[in-house]
């Protein structure tokens, strides 16, 4: 009997042993899909936070006067046009092109006209802005979905207004602080323009000037159609940039021809002044 009792004991102690181990491995399970679920809960809590964030981010962009405003659809001959732009500020500092004619000739004349349309949509703040030539559905399509945006901005948009009318009613604000300044910043919106003049064709091919024109003389000239071919390239590379200088300088078509380039250069000076007439009027 007394060799009997520690081989009891171990017995004992082993049979405890296990079912220590066994209640350790029977709690684990349990805890996992306790902890699973905590994270899931937080997991679902950390999305709707995702979600709900950018709705907060737009929010504070509206109430600082920046919006992001679509146009309608404007149906063409070739395919729908939409565009969108972003005005802040009472200005639109972007504009792009949301639906666009596509498909064979329509994607390169897309290719070709949007850019220059978005470049003029932005100078000129409005969509009174000339059409592409070589575009003139695409362009018309453009234009009018533009002005969509831009009334849609305006009438939803009161930060639009209230950011024009706030400098002049109140002397407290922030930007009234430069109320020196206050007409400054209109000024660019109404008078900066970006105007193509009508092409002038030459002996050797069509000649097309675009200038901008900031409050009242001519900051910026170019040729948007030259003549192209053989020795033409080499006039047209020789003489543009001297006749965008020379526009530039003398703020009128009252420019000099340039030795070699005659053609080029007359027909460069009647696009350049019917690009005026048009900012001038």
């Known amino acids: 009997m007394k060799k009997s009792h520690p081989i009891r004991r171990a017995v004992l102690a082993g049979a405890a042993t296990v079912s220590g181990i066994v209640l350790l491995l029977s ?3 349990a805890s996992d899909p306790a902890s699973a679920s ?8 950390q999305s709707a936070a995702a979600q709900e ?3 907060g981010g737009s929010a504070q962009q509206s109430s600082s006067g920046a919006r992001t405003v679509t146009g309608d659809v404007a149906r063409t001959q070739y395919g729908p046009v939409q565009v969108r732009i972003t005005v802040s500020g009472g200005k639109v500092t972007k504009s792009e092109v949301v639906q666009i004619p596509s498909g064979g000739r329509s994607t ?8 220059k349309l978005n470049q003029e949509a932005v100078a000129a703040g409005s969509a009174d802005i000339d059409a592409v030539s070589g575009a003139s ?4 399509g453009y234009k009018k979905s533009l002005q969509s945006a831009l009334d849609k901005a305006k009438a939803a948009g009161g930060g639009t207004a209230g950011s024009k009318g706030s400098p002049g009613s109140s002397g407290s604000s922030g930007s009234a602080g430069s109320s020196g300044s206050s007409a400054a910043p209109q000024a660019p919106a109404t008078q900066a323009r970006t105007v193509t003049g009508d092409v002038a064709q030459t002996q050797y091919g069509a000649v097309q000037v675009r200038v901008t024109v900031s409050g009242g003389k001519i900051t910026k000239a170019e040729a948007v159609q030259a003549p192209k071919g053989g020795l033409s390239d080499q006039k047209t590379a020789l003489a543009v940039p001297k006749l965008n200088q020379e526009a530039v300088a003398a703020g009128s078509a009252d420019i000099d021809a340039v ?4 053609y080029t250069s007359t027909g460069y000076k009647q696009s350049l002044q019917s690009a005026l007439d048009k900012a001038g009027g």
């Open 259 to 262: 030795s070699g380039a005659t």
């Open 53 to 55: 964030s950018p709705q």
């Open 38 to 45: 905590a994270q899931g809960a937080a997991a679902s809590q």
């Open 137 to 140: 559905y695409t362009s018309a």
């Open 108 to 115: 390169e004349v897309s290719n070709s006209s949007v850019p």
């Open 27 to 29: 709690l684990k399970p």
